[in-house]
């Protein structure tokens, strides 16, 4: 039972830290790259449905992806596996953009920056849960 709530709570940093991280980048790409630079305007977003199915999703990626980083970290602490997961579940979304780039009557850039957001997505939470999994969880009554 402790293994699955741990794994549950690593779920809710992965997925707490994914969605900030979507937010902070959403907000990035509409006041800072659609502005500034053309070509990247298809980038810039409203509040909508698109942005709050993308919201969601991110969510659940996230908690996906903390319970899977959880069990490679338990499992291993060889630091390449540690990469290569956090580099695994960035390229399968960051992909995903960069087919949808090949299919788009506009530039293939906008998509190749959400493919390289992707991956950085999964690096900060690589780090969030690197920080959560050190600081163990204190109860709150210790016997004395």
Do not use: C
């Not at 992806?65 to 695994?88: C, E, H, M």
């Amino acid at each position: 039972m402790a293994e699955r709530l741990e794994s549950l709570k690593a779920g809710i940093v992965g997925g707490f830290s994914l969605f900030s991280t979507f937010a902070i980048v959403s907000l990035l790409n509409t006041l800072v790259l659609a502005k500034y630079f053309q070509t990247l305007a298809s980038l810039q977003s409203d509040i909508n449905w698109h942005l709050l199915v993308s919201g969601a999703v991110a969510t659940f990626t996230g908690l996906l992806f903390g319970v899977t980083y959880r069990y490679i970290i338990r499992s291993d602490k060889n630091p390449q596996l540690k990469a290569g997961g956090v580099l695994a579940f960035g390229l399968v979304r960051g992909l995903t953009q960069i087919e949808l780039g090949w299919n788009s009557p506009s530039t293939i850039l906008p998509f190749l920056v959400l493919a390289f957001e992707s991956v950085l997505w999964f690096g900060i939470a690589a780090i969030a849960l690197d920080i959560a999994i050190q600081i163990r969880w204190v109860k709150p009554f210790s016997s004395i």
